[in-house]
């Protein structure tokens, strides 16, 4: 429908600015995306930065997820191998479109083959998820070959 969530609030409540009263609901789904990178060590990742192919076959950052628990760490660990030559992400990510903070962090960059689902609301800027992705589970039983490509 395109609704981002709902604000709950008191029936006698106002806004108030500055004040965290009422409760933002964000409308979430799941969906795969390719693992083309993780924020620390390939050993113990501690967060993901997602890929889609575009139609013209290349792999665009669409998102980050929050932090990894250290056994969703531990677990997608043995799956990543590095990235060859040639991977066109950049060496540092800019944590600013999920953080609100502009601070380049180094970014690990992996073969991109392996697939996760993830927890996704609908706000989006440009072809990037607004907020953070919540890390649902590795999904062995699919290929990148089998996530969406990414819709311009």
């Known amino acids: 429908m395109g609704i981002e969530g709902l604000v709950a609030k008191g029936a006698g409540t106002r806004y108030v600015g500055g004040r965290r009263d009422w409760q933002k609901i964000r409308h979430r789904h799941s969906r795969e995306i390719i693992v083309g990178g993780v924020l620390g ?22 998102g980050r997820t929050g932090t990894l628990s250290p ?35 180094p970014l690990t960059k992996v073969e991109p083959n392996v697939v ?20 649902l589970r590795i999904r062995p039983d699919l290929t ?9």
């Not at 689902?117 to 998820?129: F, L, P, Y």
């Open 41 to 62: 060590p390939i050993t113990r990742p501690d967060a993901v930065i997602a890929g889609q192919y575009d139609a013209g076959g290349n792999l665009i950052i669409v």
């Open 71 to 105: 056994s969703q760490s531990a677990q997608l660990a043995t799956l990543l191998s590095p990235a060859q030559a040639g991977h066109s992400w950049p060496d540092e990510i800019s944590a600013y479109p999920w953080s609100g903070r502009d601070a380049a962090r």
């Open 144 to 152: 990148p070959a089998d996530v969406d490509q990414l819709q311009l």
């Open 116 to 135: 996760v689902e993830v927890a996704v609301d609908t706000a989006t800027q440009g072809r990037q998820s607004r907020h953070l992705m919540r890390y």
